[in-house]
């Protein structure tokens, strides 16, 4: 089995048929984790995972990107889509009081992302700022609840490394940055999340370096769908994720399976029986 530890069935693009999605995924022997961008999509999240007795999991996070108001590009497969963002204060008793249900397994997504800016330098200082603020306090309410963390970062990985604590449990989401960051980020105890992307940008060095028990697999869906799959990203694409990766790495499909569906279960706290089906 696997599991693909950050989906999106919980956005607009799967309003009409997330229950569906869902069905065949976990009919395709897979599990996953939907993670929230803001408290809508964390809410939802939620209330997705509340239907399934196992196999359906939730993170709840304000994304970097929501922290201002505007318009910024997405990446779906080879298009550029235009995304509208409201702004959102982060409300720390809020959050906390949605994570008190036992399918909350992380906080997430959260981090800094420097890819899209505001145009004036003051007004790009003061954003890197407020995500900073908003960074540390989302940490701060996953340690309260002691849950990992899910971590989003675009060109900002050194200012992330700089401001994590020297250990931390959690997974770099959609890694894209060197080996010397991967490193760093592996020395503080977290995993590394390989999805589509390593489609998309060679990634072969890090991943054949990066152990196999230090990374878990997940879509990103419905962005980011892998080669050999057509239109939009579904939790089942995971697969190509880790035939890849097991090619990269000259170890069969069955070991990428297996040891990564361990590395999310340890990562997350899953239910342990799980496990039975991994050995």
């Not at 919980?10 to 065949?24: C, E, L, T």
């Not at 897979?30 to 993670?35: C, E, I, P």
Request: contains cysteine; glycine residues 6%.
């Amino acid at each position: 089995m696997l599991i693909d530890t950050h989906a999106h069935v919980n956005f607009s693009a799967f309003k009409d048929d997330a229950g569906q999605v869902i069905k065949r995924t976990l009919s395709g022997n897979v599990w996953l984790v939907n993670v929230g961008s803001q408290y809508s999509t964390s809410k939802r999240a939620v209330e997705m995972a509340k239907l399934y007795p196992q196999g359906v999991y939730a993170a709840i996070g304000l994304h970097p990107v929501h922290l201002s108001e505007g318009i910024f590009k997405a990446k779906i497969d080879a298009e550029e889509v235009e995304v509208e963002t409201r702004e959102e204060e982060f409300d720390y008793q809020r959050y906390k009081a949605l994570a008190q249900s036992e399918k909350v397994v992380a906080i997430g997504e959260i981090g800094l992302d420097y890819w899209y800016k505001p145009k004036s330098k003051v007004k790009q200082v003061d954003f890197k700022e407020k995500q900073l603020k908003v960074f540390l306090q989302q940490m701060d309410l996953a340690r309260e609840l002691n849950l990992p963390v899910i971590l989003h970062c675009r060109v900002a990985h050194q200012d992330l490394i700089n401001n994590l604590p020297d250990k931390v449990k959690g997974v770099v989401h959609c890694f894209t940055g060197s080996w010397l960051q991967a490193q760093q980020y592996l020395n503080k105890g977290l995993f590394l999340g390989f999805n589509g992307i390593i489609f998309k940008l060679d990634l072969d060095e890090i991943i054949a370096q990066t152990p196999l028990d230090k990374m878990v697999i997940e879509t990103d869906c419905p962005y980011l769908t892998p080669t050999g799959a057509e239109g939009r990203n579904e939790p089942l694409y995971v697969k190509y994720v880790a035939e890849k990766i097991a090619k990269i790495k000259k170890v069969s499909y069955e070991e990428v399976s297996r040891v990564t569906t361990k590395n999310a279960v340890k990562l997350f706290n899953l239910h342990e029986s799980i496990l039975s089906s991994t050995n």
